[in-house]
């Protein structure tokens, strides 16, 4: 008869397949936790706005007063951060600058999908009008790709800066766009005319802006309610 093996081997083979788990539980997790960030710090594709107002656009500027322009997807969680930045711009450039978003509404989508709370928010703040974007018309005649594309033209209609109004994805504080607008808008000077954007794609339901494969975005764009 085969003798019964010692306590100690019964018990380390459970030891081991536990400790390869725990291995590949942290792998993962690293893993994963890496792809969040690059995510959140990943910018979107830049877009390239025109240097002058586009004279065919159906958005409205105020004569004689700088124009912030920005360009939504109504549903990008993301630019919840960007709206609430604009509130701020707002505020400090009170009765100095007007603004206009602007919320893209794909292609044979219901009339309204565009109306969500992104879309109120915008509308409250003082010295904001909110505009819709039947198929985007608007975002391409501008030139912007990504939810949160922010463009400042001066009262002559002349590109100031172009670019994002959070210092990454969602994420809400001081920020290089933010400072510029303000910095050109009071004192006719800025430090840079160009940040990274930080949103969804405008244009594409089915890649997420920073060109890796997203199907929560899908599902948000083809979301009708």
Not at 203 to 218: M, N, V
């Amino acid at each position: 008869m085969q003798a019964d093996k010692p306590i100690g081997e019964k018990l380390g083979r459970p030891r081991r397949v536990l400790a390869a788990i725990g291995i590949v539980w942290i792998f993962a997790l690293t893993v994963g936790l890496r792809a969040m960030l690059n995510y959140e710090d990943g910018p979107a594709e830049p877009g390239e706005p025109p240097t002058e107002w586009p004279k065919d656009s159906r958005v409205s500027r105020a004569p004689g007063l700088p124009t912030v322009v920005v360009f939504a997807h109504p549903k990008c969680p993301c630019t919840d951060a960007t709206i609430g930045e604009l509130s701020i711009l707002m505020t400090r450039l009170q009765g100095k600058a007007t603004a206009a978003v602007v919320f893209v509404r794909p292609v044979n989508f219901p009339d309204d999908w565009e109306k969500t709370g992104l879309w109120h928010n915008a509308e409250a703040i003082p010295g904001v009008k909110v505009f819709s974007d039947p198929g985007g018309v608007e975002a391409r005649r501008f030139g912007a790709q990504a939810s949160g594309q922010t463009i400042l033209y001066d009262p002559l209609g002349r590109i100031r800066f172009s670019g994002g109004i959070t210092g990454s994805r969602g994420h809400s504080g001081d920020n290089a766009g933010r400072t510029a607008i303000v910095s050109f808008v009071t004192m006719g000077v800025a430090k840079t005319e160009r940040t990274s954007v930080f949103g969804c794609s405008l244009h594409d339901p089915t890649t997420r802006a920073d060109k890796g494969e997203a199907s929560w975005l899908k599902s948000l764009w083809t979301r009708h309610q």
